[in-house]
């Protein structure tokens, strides 16, 4: 059946709106977030207009990619698309950057200009890659073979991402692989392996890290362990949540997040909670969990496997993110510098969050591209 085309004025009513403004919502309170952030009027207004400015970026490129064909896309681009990653990773380890003291290569920095968060941009490439990948060999996706070229595929990015020292972004990138491969079809024997093979290989891995990295994983599930050295950021972040107590401080007000190194990145949470209150964070998870049950209600009418593994691979991104990283501002897991979707300061988070609702309206604006057929998925 040939291909019919379709019109833009169709395509603009396909948009699925409720993901649209959920991430929109959400990116708002980060500018509203960002603007009564009043420590010190020129950094406090250069965040605002980098935040703004990649929003704008951001709904600009989605609006591009929800006109894009996924399908076509990646049947042209797959192979190029996990080429370029891994060059692009690759180039991270050799000239990247990272914060100041720090070992990390996180960051490719263009003097006076940009700096770019390689993995953020990684990620989607990566779902969609993978996403393709799981469709090629869907009917023997269980036979040893494929099982190692996924392992392979999935694991090569993994390890690349974790030597850049960007623990956080590693495992994001280790839920997606775990829950595209669960709805792609993997046994579950598959997992129980890994997991027995997780758990006994434990006692032999544990010494072999360096004590502050015991330390610091130990201190991420009782910061009291050590309140002025790495239980310090949950300890302030903690205590500038319970300070916002039901109503908040207002869009104004609130000093604790100021004791908060870097507060307006990994722990903007913890500034919107004393700002805004219960109400504030009520807001961000309402509008994150509608979101994310939309990505998967788009998964069960998606035309193709493909496109419901890319949206599986999404709502894996914004799960894993978000309970990384509400749970280190509530000093419940370890604090491993992850940004929180479309609140957390920083371009490249914005920008890349954007990326990920883009490609999600190209799977809904191309979920019926033939006529009178019922395409194979």
């Avoid at 309140?227 to 916002?244: E, V, W």
């Avoid at 870097?262 to 309402?286: N, P, Q, R, S, W």
């Amino acid at each position: 059946m040939k291909e019919f085309s379709v019109s833009f004025k169709e395509k603009i009513r396909r948009i699925d709106y409720v993901i649209l403004l959920c991430a929109l919502g959400m990116a708002a309170l980060s500018i509203l977030t960002l603007s009564g952030i009043a420590d010190d009027s020129a950094g406090g207004a250069r965040r605002v207009l980098v935040q703004a400015a990649a929003l704008c970026l951001g709904i600009f490129c989605a609006f591009i990619l929800s006109m894009v064909d996924y399908d076509e896309l990646l049947r042209r681009f797959a192979l190029p698309l996990f080429i370029f990653s891994a060059v692009a990773m690759i180039i991270t380890l050799l000239i990247g950057t990272g914060p100041e003291g720090s070992t990390n290569k996180c960051w490719i920095e263009i003097p006076g200009l940009i700096s770019i968060q390689t993995s953020e941009f990684v990620k989607i490439f990566f779902v969609l890659t993978f996403a393709k990948h799981i469709d090629k060999v869907k009917e023997k996706i269980n036979h040893p073979l494929s099982v190692l070229a996924l392992g392979f595929h999935g694991g090569l990015i993994t390890v690349f991402v974790l030597a850049t020292g960007d623990l956080g972004s590693a495992l994001v990138f280790a839920a997606i692989l775990i829950c595209m491969l669960f709805t792609g079809g993997l046994s579950l024997w598959y997992f129980v392996g890994a997991i027995v093979l997780a758990v006994a290989a434990f006692p032999y891995l544990w010494p072999q890290l360096a004590e502050y990295q015991q330390q610091r994983i130990l201190v991420g599930f009782d910061p009291t362990l050590d309140p002025t050295g790495y239980g310090y950021q949950p300890l302030k972040s903690l205590a500038t949540i319970a300070a916002g107590g039901f109503r908040g401080a207002g869009y104004g007000g609130g000093t604790y997040y100021t004791t908060i190194p870097k507060y307006y990145t990994d722990f903007i949470f913890a500034v919107v909670a004393e700002k805004f209150g219960f109400f504030g964070v009520f807001l961000y998870i309402a509008l994150m969990t509608v979101l994310i049950c939309r990505i998967l209600w788009l998964a069960r009418r998606a035309r193709k496997d493909c496109g419901a593994n890319i949206c599986i691979g999404i709502a894996a991104i914004l799960i894993a993110q978000s309970l990384e990283n509400i749970g280190m501002c509530l000093g419940m897991l370890p604090v491993v510098g992850i940004t929180l979707p479309f609140l957390s300061y920083g371009g490249s988070s914005m920008l890349s969050s954007f990326l990920c609702i883009g490609v999600l309206q190209s799977v809904a604006t191309h979920n019926h591209k033939y006529y009178f057929e019922r395409e194979n998925a």
